[in-house]
């Protein structure tokens, strides 16, 4: 089992900034992959950053160059610093982990941290 652990979230005004933080506990798993997405209540959760084990990014479109994802190998830490946050950046941020066991990769999801930007 992978259990995630989120910080960070809260209220910011626009155009201010702020880091999530997801720490991973873990045992005889591998990480291959560590990211954020996000939900807007009534609305699908989408991707909004990704860094995979070789520590390769994607970001969605709208978060490039305001957003950026880093990994913390060491520590089984993932951080996303949002800078430039827009009002439309507002939702639960959740951190996602996809981790390796005797061949079979699992998916395991934080427990969603609130990020409300007002405008």
């Known amino acids: 089992q992978v259990q995630l652990v989120e910080s960070g979230g809260g209220l910011v005004q626009a155009g201010g900034s702020l880091t999530l933080s997801c720490a991973a506990s873990r045992s005889r798993f591998s990480i291959n992959s560590m990211g954020w997405y996000r939900q807007v209540p009534g609305q699908q959760r989408e991707l909004v950053a990704l860094v995979k084990e070789g520590h390769s990014t994607n970001y969605a479109d709208s978060v490039k160059g305001r957003f950026t994802i880093s990994r913390d190998d060491a520590k089984n830490t993932v951080y996303l610093q949002m800078n430039n946050l827009k009002p439309e950046d507002t939702a639960v941020y959740y951190c996602?982990?996809?981790?390796?066991?005797?061949?079979?990769?699992?998916?395991?999801w934080g427990q969603g941290s609130q990020v409300t930007v007002s405008s």
């Open positions: 996602n982990c996809n981790a390796w066991r005797a061949g079979v990769l699992y998916e395991y």
